[in-house]
């Protein structure tokens, strides 16, 4: 399994995969923590871990934590197993089909980015509404990648809406109606017993929504993710040695002819297959928005 998991992040366009081995890790390290810290008689150990990664719905409390902003997108409920298990296999299944179309980098930014705004949405709803604030002393914090996963299912589903799943016992199902039935539970839900978590649904879908939106615009916003990425690839890689090539004229005439999409075409290719689907792509379109994907 170790060497499994060491492989997922070796990968080319796998942080799908990768994401869900984080996601995966922190459940079982925060459980080991759970058992033997109640075998124990240490339980105020394990409550000591747990707030490290719940973000707290009082602000006052948050500001102690502020990095839990990010980290509570990566730890899940012990006691619900389901929790960890529907966000997981919603993850690969929309991730996948994201990492597909943007590329990898692209989904590590969009699901920082629904994290932020899921706990953004969630600090201020549970601060400024009189009837959450009533709510907010009944809990200590909220864990769940939910709001994150929430962001890339909403932009997979504004990039692809005619995307089909083949879904049990359904059958063929457009991936903007599973997404708005989603969005429609989480607006229901954000009155009831977890109305934390559904509120910090709806800002995740939100961010997903206004990505995708930039995105088509030529305003990438999670390109600052993306080059701290590469400041941490750069750190593990170590620095080749200079090497220097001559090229013939020719081959860098043919070089050139390869240069990268300008964005109006981007957009073009996206528009498509929005219309047509993935498959009505010529293969220079293809290579294109491949391409594309790596900024």
Not at 182 to 202: K, M, P, R
Not at 213 to 218: H, P, R, S, V, Y
Not at 251 to 263: G, M, R, V, Y
């Amino acid at each position: 399994m170790l060497e499994e998991f060491k492989n997922a992040f070796q990968k080319p366009n796998n942080s799908h995969v990768q994401l869900i081995v984080i996601n995966v890790t922190v459940f079982l390290v925060m459980a080991l923590v759970y058992v033997f810290s109640k075998i124990a008689g240490f339980e105020v150990v394990f409550k000591l871990v747990h707030d490290q990664f719940a973000i707290p719905p009082q602000f006052w409390i948050y500001i102690t934590r502020p990095w839990t902003i990010l980290t509570y997108a990566f730890a899940h409920s012990l006691t619900d197993i389901f929790h960890i298990l529907f966000n997981m296999l919603a993850l690969y299944w929309f991730g996948k089909l994201f990492i597909e179309y943007l590329g990898s980098d692209k989904l590590v930014g969009i699901y920082v980015l629904g994290a932020f705004a899921a706990g953004v949405i969630y600090l201020i709803v549970f601060n400024t509404i009189p009837f959450f604030i009533g709510q907010s002393s009944s809990f200590d914090g909220m864990v769940g990648a939910s709001g994150a996963i929430y962001a890339i299912m909403v932009a997979a589903a504004t990039l692809l809406p005619n995307y089909t799943f083949y879904l049990m016992f359904l059958g063929p199902v457009k991936i903007k109606y599973l997404v708005g039935f989603y969005i429609v539970l989480s607006f229901l839900g954000s009155v009831g017993s977890n109305s934390g978590g559904n509120i910090a649904h709806l800002g995740g879908a939100l961010m997903g929504f206004v990505y995708i939106k930039q995105l088509q615009a030529g305003v990438n916003w999670g390109g600052w993710i993306t080059s701290i990425l590469d400041w941490f690839r750069g750190l593990a890689q170590p620095t080749p040695k200079v090497k220097v090539t001559y090229r013939k004229e020719e081959t860098n005439k043919k070089a050139a002819s390869f240069s990268k999409a300008s964005q109006d075409e981007i957009d073009t290719i996206l528009d498509k297959i929005s219309e047509k689907g993935y498959e009505s792509l010529s293969k220079e379109e293809k290579e294109k928005l491949f391409n594309a994907s790596k900024k």
